[in-house]
């Protein structure tokens, strides 16, 4: 199934150079992802039953599904058509469009200096950000690091999961080794997964903090209650009950 049209085209002159009768090719849709793993977590998969996981392919699944359209008629032994046959032709459903506000350029910025900030402060858990149109509101990038890329959503990218799976081969098959690291790589190949699908931007919680004390002065600036020449001075620590 979801062969591609390289593969389908060997099967379809197998079938023919050996007159086989009873298989058929039937065409079918497949999601493509065309910037890889660029805001992955924003965008979502869909899975191999085209049905949309994670991200905006699971919240509007049922706008992005539609349906194809196919022939229904009656066939007799090796193909023949029957006597009295009939034909009844289903008429496809067009789906639905989804436009979001992201901007790849200023993505690809976004997802590029978040890289170069775990380097440089040697971050252990990762990154996200977020940059928004302060007049409309609008999402302009949405990202969420370490990634993966939606055209392979099963893969992890986590090279600890991998060095799991190659450990527990080292075992004769079916040994308590052997089936102990089986479930230990199993489980953390289900964690890696679901943990790299995850738009932090919007499941995790963040203690703003000092980050907020810009947002403070801006609005202190912007309606006029300091200038750029008031001072403040800190007489020490609040005890908040």
Known sequence: ???????AGQIRDFINENGIKGIHL?????????????????????????IGCEGIEAAYNSFLEGSTG???TTKGNNE??????????VIPDDACDVVLTLDVTVQQCLEKQMELAIDRYDVQNGA????????TG?????????GYDPNKYLEVTDRSVEKLRLEYLRYPEN???YLKGKTAYQEALKDAQLKQWRNRVLSDGYEPGSTFKVL??????????????????????????
Do not use: W
Not at 1 to 7: D, G, N, P
Not at 225 to 239: K, P
């Open 80 to 89: 023949m058509d029957m006597p009295f046959s009939y034909e009844d032709f």
């Open 175 to 177: 040994s308590e080794s």
């Open 1 to 7: 199934s979801k062969v591609s049209q390289e593969t």
């Open 128 to 135: 996200f950000g977020m940059v928004m149109d302060v007049d």
């Open 216 to 241: 403070t002065m801006a609005a202190a600036l912007d309606c006029g209650a300091i200038d750029l020449n008031t001072s403040f001075h800190c007489s020490g620590a609040e005890q908040i009950p």
């Open 26 to 50: 039937e065409p079918e849709s497949k999601r493509y992802y065309p910037y890889g793993s660029l805001a992955s977590q924003v965008i979502g998969f869909a899975n191999t039953s085209n």
């Open 70 to 72: 196919k022939v229904i």
């Open 138 to 146: 609008e999402i302009l990038a949405m990202a969420t690091l370490g």
